[in-house]
């Protein structure tokens, strides 16, 4: 049976037309900006391009092949943290704000890096992760040595100990990473001594943000970067720093990992403080003549409390990673699309789409049919063809959207990385109960051979790469006018002609069981086929771009999605 697009069980159609909320303080409306329909790059950089043959990238690598990204359609960059940093976790542990880490590069490196891309029309968006600083850094150095009680201490969250002689952790809250959230010091004498708070690892001290010292730290820290031309900053674990002074047990069972997205209410996370900083934050950016982007990591159980994060005066975005979490479905696509798409126009401003990031399982491999291991180099499974039509779908949501590095070359999740080979805190924090988020950080296949695939000139790179991927790699893509790469660069090159920078709205148009039919404007739909059926599509549709060519009867594949236009 052929499903049609217009068939009537089922029918949903929802309109978007929210209303942003407006305060009396607000200043005036928000004009169409930069950010409002960017296509934003995320660059992880160890595993972008290396040009100093030391196996992991770097600021010069990413310099080389700024083309890529550029020529992929690709607005901006959202570039993982560089800053001087032990890489415990990957470099989201920072010890020096103010400087480059010498694995990347240098602070010259980091300007010709900005000014090339500018040249090239590409913004950059640096990660500020001011959630907690590294345990390296010389505030908490300094604090290791300093009493109970000093201003040192108060910059953290240092707390007494439970038990005889403070032996026990102040509470039962519970790391992100797995493992308690408290770590205890030892006194200069070997004695035990006070816990400090970690949401993530214990190398990653929570900062205190009620302190001024912490506050005006950090508007420093935005004015250095800013001053250099950066365009943005995406907030790291924004939500994480409101915190409440109550420190009572939350009923966590030893082996519970702390998830924001699934907890009831903690006093740790997604407090009102946090709105205070993000207002601080909005008027150091908005002092800049050209618009200055805060794209928030907001991870919040309730998603209506993003709104809540955009208001006018705080965040101007948020990437949500709600839309990483939902199966092959087409009803659990369009609730959550429609729940985000609601609750950022409610908080008067517009979503970043992502479907995966350096945090989340490659989007081939989420949907990949069960059991269905891909042989290497094998870029036609269920997976490929389910992230290639997800990708379109995301695309033509109003909003800007972000891809994570490779995603376009439809890169799986590697998952037989050898043990000793695994870097990820999670992995070790929760006993190798959880694999961690190594595979989707393995370093890229640039070219068809060479040591690393063009990643680095020598073939040991920092994780190691899978066999299979010359097959998948820039160079052979390039030559495959039906490769993923190829689609693409078509999907960006399209998205930038036909959405405009200020229509926010969109509807969903009835549509069979299975099928999801997304109108934008007069004459524009996206379509998108999740069930087991060839839909078809109407005479008076052209196809602007399918995720995989249509069949000579017009109809869209399973798992295969198409943009067009009512002629
Ligand atoms: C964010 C980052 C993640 C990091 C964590 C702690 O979620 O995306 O990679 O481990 O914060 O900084």
Redesign the pocket.
């Known amino acids: 049976m052929i499903a049609d697009v217009g068939a009537r069980e089922r029918i949903r159609t929802s309109i978007h037309r929210a209303s942003p909320i407006v305060t009396p303080d607000d200043e005036t409306t928000t004009s169409a900006t930069w950010w409002h329909r960017a296509v934003i790059y995320e660059v992880y950089l160890k595993s972008f391009a290396d040009s100093d043959n030391d196996g992991v990238g770097d600021i010069k690598g990413l310099i080389d092949r700024l083309p890529y990204i550029k020529e992929l359609g690709a607005d901006a960059m959202w570039i993982?943290p560089w800053f001087v940093s032990p890489m415990l976790?990957?470099g989201?542990?920072v010890s020096d704000y103010f400087d480059v880490s010498p694995l990347f590069g240098t602070l010259a490196d980091a300007q010709e890096l900005i000014d090339a891309s500018h040249r090239l029309g590409l913004r950059v968006v640096l990660?500020l992760?001011a959630?907690?600083c590294s345990s390296e850094h010389p505030w908490f150095q300094s604090a290791l040595t300093s009493p109970r009680g000093s201003k040192e201490r108060e910059l953290f969250y240092f707390r007494d100990g439970r038990g005889e002689n403070g032996l026990e952790p102040p509470n039962d809250w519970k790391s992100?990473?797995g493992g308690p959230a408290w770590t205890q010091t030892r006194n200069a004498d070997g004695t035990p001594g006070q816990w400090y708070f970690n949401?993530?690892?214990s190398s990653?001290p929570d900062l205190n943000w009620k302190n001024e010292t912490v506050r005006a730290y950090f508007d420093d820290v935005l004015r250095f970067w800013f001053d250099r031309g950066v365009d943005g900053f995406r907030l790291?674990?924004v939500a994480a720093i409101g915190k409440d002074d109550d420190y009572r047990d939350m009923g966590f069972a030893p082996d519970d990992l702390y998830r924001p997205d699934k907890w009831a209410p903690v006093p740790f996370f997604d407090a009102e403080g946090v709105h205070e900083v993000l207002r601080r934050w909005r008027r150091v950016a908005n002092v800049y003549e050209s618009e200055k982007f805060l794209l928030g990591?907001v991870?919040v159980r309730d998603i209506d409390r993003l709104a809540r994060y955009l208001r006018r005066d705080e965040l101007q975005s948020t990437l949500s990673f709600d839309l990483c979490k939902v199966s092959w479905d087409a009803d659990e696509f369009r609730h959550m699309i429609t729940t985000l798409h609601d609750a950022s126009l409610t908080g008067h401003s517009w979503m970043t789409w992502t479907l995966s990031?350096?945090?989340e399982m490659r989007t081939v491999s989420r949907f990949e049919d069960e059991g269905a291991a891909s042989a290497p180099g094998d870029v036609a499974t269920t997976g490929h063809r389910r992230a290639r039509a997800a990708y379109l779908l995301a695309m033509a949501l109003p909003g800007s959207a972000c891809i994570f590095q490779g995603e376009e070359l439809g890169l799986w999740e590697v998952t037989d990385i050898p043990d000793d080979r695994r870097q990820d805190?999670i992995y070790f924090r929760t006993a190798k109960r959880q694999i961690g988020?190594d595979g989707c950080r393995i370093p890229l296949p640039w070219e068809n051979d060479g040591p690393s695939l063009g990643f680095s000139g020598r073939a040991e790179t920092w994780l190691p790469q899978p066999s299979g991927w010359a097959d998948v790699s820039v160079a052979t893509q390039l030559d495959d006018e039906t490769s993923t790469l190829q689609l693409f660069r078509s999907i960006l090159a399209l998205r930038s002609r036909i959405f405009s920078d200020d229509n926010w709205e969109f509807s969903w148009e009835p549509s069979a069981t299975g099928v999801l039919a997304l109108r934008r404007g007069p004459n524009f739909r996206c379509v998108i086929n999740f069930t087991g059926e060839p839909v078809r599509i109407g005479d008076d549709d052209e196809v602007l771009v399918a995720s995989s060519p249509l069949s000579s009867d017009r109809e869209i594949g399973v798992n295969c999605g198409a943009w067009l236009r009512t002629r």
Request: proline letters at 4%; zero cysteines.
């Open positions: 993982s976790d990957g989201y542990d990660d992760v959630n907690h992100i990473f949401l993530f690892d990653q790291d674990s990591e991870v990031s350096h945090d805190p988020r």
